[in-house]
């Protein structure tokens, strides 16, 4: 790292750290390890929204380096589509994590913050918005892989659901997901989304074919079973509404 780079993460550490000793503006935040000279920093984050165990926030450019292991690490890519077969390099990862901090209204990603320390454990999108059809892909993944099975990776997905149909206003949030992946499918169906169709034989893995299953919500059903964060947050929208 150029001296120059340096210099800059220090700032900006020192930045941090006067906002965090006059305690100003930001509402929440969380230490992660930093690989800059090895000092643990730390990392001013808003959250957008807060549930039990989980809050989601934005993406920030200090995540570079974790979704970087987390994006090379095949125990979690095999999951993950296309993501298995590739190798990526920092530079690759930048270059995504640039493009994801943009603010694009068709693709919203979340940092997945476990409380009580907020430490960024995965990452949940809502990709492929269709504002005129009201439609939307959500997809999730927890890098932390001995995390998985503990229930974080449901209620990341309620709390994108809640901003999906209750900030969005999008009507169905659907899903692919591979037939091998059998805790993902279980976290799925526990949220609520139901079996919507099958591609067959649509990815090769492990010398064989494998379906893609299509799973869905509506926001109806959402409301229905899942006390909405966002509609107890934003009350003067809300308190005439019935759904
Ligand atoms: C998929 C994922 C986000 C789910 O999050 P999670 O926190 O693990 O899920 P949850 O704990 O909320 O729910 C998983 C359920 O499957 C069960 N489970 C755990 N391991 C399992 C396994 N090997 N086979 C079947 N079910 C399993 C859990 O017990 C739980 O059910 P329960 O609440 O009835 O006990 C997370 O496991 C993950 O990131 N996996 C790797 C990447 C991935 O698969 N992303 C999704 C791509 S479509």
């Known amino acids: 790292m150029s001296l120059l780079l340096i210099l800059l993460e220090i700032s900006d550490i020192f930045l941090v750290l006067v906002c965090k000793i006059l305690n100003t503006g930001l509402s929440k935040s969380y230490a992660i390890p930093s690989l800059v000279l090895g000092i643990e920093v730390v990392i001013m984050r808003p959250i957008v929204i807060e549930g039990q165990s989980i809050a989601l926030g934005p993406l920030v450019k200090e995540d570079l380096e974790r979704l970087w292991y987390w994006m090379n690490d095949k125990e979690v890519t095999q999951y993950l589509g296309p993501l298995f077969l590739r190798v990526f390099s920092l530079e690759a990862e930048r270059k995504w994590l640039e ?58 997905l309620i709390l994108a659901l809640d901003i999906a149909f209750n900030v969005l206003e999008i009507n169905t949030v659907y899903l692919r997901v591979m037939e091998y992946n059998e805790r993902a499918i279980k976290c799925y169906s526990k949220v609520g989304f139901k079996f919507a169709g099958r591609l067959r034989q649509h990815i090769y893995r492990g010398g064989r074919y494998w379906d893609i299953i299509l799973m869905d919500i509506t926001r109806e059903e959402f409301n229905k079973t899942h006390r909405s964060i966002i509609k107890s947050m934003c009350k003067d929208i809300f308190q005439n509404k019935k759904t």
């Open 99 to 156: 493009k994801a901090l943009e603010a694009d209204d068709r693709n919203i990603f979340f940092a997945i913050l476990l409380k009580p320390d907020y430490e960024h454990i995965g990452n949940v999108g809502l990709h492929k918005i269709d504002y005129l059809n009201r439609n939307a892909e959500v997809a999730i993944f927890i890098g932390r892989k001995d995390l998985w099975g503990q229930g974080y990776g449901s209620e990341a």
